[in-house]
């Protein structure tokens, strides 16, 4: 069995934008294209996929997105672009879902924790001049907060 054979043996799935396209063949460059890219991926026992780096002709300069798909919603995440390029980030942005998910937390609240620990990594990264990705030190609070969430009014 092949990689894409794999695939719906998943509960989720967490892609880029470039991945998604390759993994489905369609163009997503806007938020209904890559909504329709994520749900052709919903089979077997896929129940969500989580498009990071998402519907790039929508970003403004100063942000990015996140598109959590399920069978039942579909959520856009928006979060501060900060210009740091380390490797990792959609792994850490995976594992931080993927942690709070399995831990109980609502799957579109750890997808939105999930931005906010990237945004925080890479806004230390930037700061620390490193082209690693570094992890800040674990502080008493939550995130910048800066995450925007709303519902998609896409079919």
């Given at each position: 069995?092949?990689?894409?054979?794999?695939?719906?043996?998943?509960?989720?799935?967490?892609?880029?934008?470039?991945e998604l396209a390759?993994?489905?063949?369609?163009?997503?460059?806007?938020?209904?294209?890559?909504?329709?890219?994520?749900?052709?991926?919903?089979?077997?026992?896929?129940?969500?996929?989580?498009?990071?780096?998402?519907?790039?002709?929508?970003?403004?300069?100063?942000?990015?997105?996140?598109?959590?798909?399920?069978?039942?919603?579909?959520?856009?995440?928006?979060?501060?672009?900060?210009?740091?390029?380390?490797?990792?980030?959609?792994?850490?942005?995976?594992?931080?879902?993927?942690?709070?998910?399995?831990?109980?937390?609502?799957?579109?609240?750890?997808?939105?924790?999930?931005?906010?620990?990237?945004?925080?990594?890479?806004?230390?990264?930037?700061?620390?001049?490193?082209?690693?990705?570094?992890?800040?030190?674990m502080a008493g609070?939550?995130?910048?907060?800066?995450?925007?969430?709303?519902?998609?009014?896409?079919?």
């Amino acid at each position: 069995m092949g990689t894409l054979g794999l695939l719906p043996l998943s509960d989720g799935l967490t892609p880029n934008g470039f991945e998604l396209a390759y993994l489905t063949g369609m163009a997503v460059n806007d938020i209904d294209s890559v909504i329709g890219a994520a749900r052709s991926l919903l089979t077997g026992r896929t129940q969500w996929v989580a498009v990071t780096s998402a519907a790039p002709d929508t970003w403004t300069p100063y942000e990015m997105k996140v598109v959590l798909v399920s069978r039942s919603q579909t959520k856009v995440i928006s979060h501060s672009r900060i210009h740091a390029t380390p490797k990792g980030t959609g792994d850490l942005f995976c594992a931080t879902l993927t942690g709070l998910w399995i831990k109980g937390m609502d799957l579109f609240e750890a997808a939105t924790q999930a931005c906010d620990q990237v945004v925080q990594a890479l806004r230390y990264t930037e700061q620390a001049q490193s082209a690693e990705l570094l992890l800040p030190p674990m502080a008493g609070g939550h995130g910048n907060h800066e995450i925007q969430v709303r519902e998609s009014e896409s079919r």
